[in-house]
């Protein structure tokens, strides 16, 4: 069975960057969607950045401008730069991978933005 393995999360001060990292255990064909998705105490996740396969991205409002996604289809890993993080980027980060067979997900790395 593929795992997403998420690295790079942490307790970092407001106005500090964090870079979060994810790796499919073993290769995952056609993949046609690659994001980050979070989920803050008490909300619902939400989308952060998507990369298609085409290389086209898309931010949640709240992250444009700081956050950027990068990824390589074919070696099946996807990072996540964030600067200019504020309290509210606080919450669990999950990686997810998007082919015709279904969605894979990470388990989640824990993302703290506090003084």
């Known amino acids: 069975q593929v795992q997403l393995v998420e690295s790079g999360g942490g307790l970092v001060q407001p106005g500090g960057s964090l870079r979060l990292s994810c790796a499919a255990s073993?290769?995952?064909?056609?993949?046609?969607?690659m994001g980050w998705y979070r989920q803050a105490p008490g909300k619902q996740r939400e989308l952060v950045a998507t990369?298609?396969?085409?290389?086209?991205?898309n931010y949640g409002d709240s992250v444009k401008g700081r956050f950027t996604i990068s990824g390589d289809n074919a070696k099946n890993t996807v990072d996540l730069q964030m600067n200019s993080l504020k309290p509210e980027d606080t919450g669990v980060y999950y990686c997810?991978?998007?082919?015709?067979?279904?969605?894979?997900w990470g388990q989640g790395t824990q993302v703290t933005v506090s003084s």
């Open positions: 073993r290769r995952i064909r056609i993949i046609t969607h």
């Open positions: 997810n991978f998007r082919n015709p067979g279904g969605d894979y």
């Open positions: 990369l298609g396969s085409g290389g086209a991205t």
